[in-house]
């Protein structure tokens, strides 16, 4: 069983900075897109980056563009997202995912259903 320990996250003044970690137990994570979502109480799962097997290709969404980053280290089967110029709107619990299906060419993964493991997820706040 795949498994998705997250670390990191905290209480930060805004303008301040934070780095995620998630680390994947087992299987084959160099084969794996990865991504990170965000959630409010009462509001959907919203994404926020992804990035490619081989951490060449990245996305994100538009509100984090610019200030947060993903990346990835295969040797460690750990992810992160650094994330810099935090706002109180980045305020959310943040969840790590993986979709293990395998594709030729990357697609950028944008939606919950995309992925098969999920962290148990760390909140990140963000004072004003």
């Known amino acids: 069983q795949v498994q998705l320990v997250q670390s990191g996250g905290g209480l930060v003044q805004a303008g301040g900075s934070l780095r995620l970690s998630c680390v994947a137990s087992?299987?084959?994570?160099?084969?794996?897109?990865m991504g990170w979502f965000r959630q409010v109480a009462g509001k959907e799962r919203e994404f926020v980056a992804a990035?490619?097997?081989?951490?060449?290709?990245?996305s994100y969404a538009d509100s984090v563009k610019g200030r947060f980053t993903i990346s990835r280290d295969n040797a460690k089967n750990t992810m992160y997202m650094q994330m810099n110029s935090l706002k109180p709107e980045d305020t959310a619990v943040y969840y790590c995912?993986?979709?293990?299906?395998?594709?030729?060419?990357?697609?950028?993964?944008?939606?919950?259903?995309?992925?098969?493991?999920w962290g148990p997820g760390t909140q990140v706040s963000v004072s004003s």
């Open positions: 995912a993986a979709d293990s299906k395998i594709y030729r060419d990357y697609v950028p993964r944008t939606t919950p259903e995309q992925y098969d493991y």
């Open positions: 990035v490619s097997r081989n951490g060449g290709i990245t």
């Open positions: 087992r299987g084959t994570f160099s084969a794996w897109t």
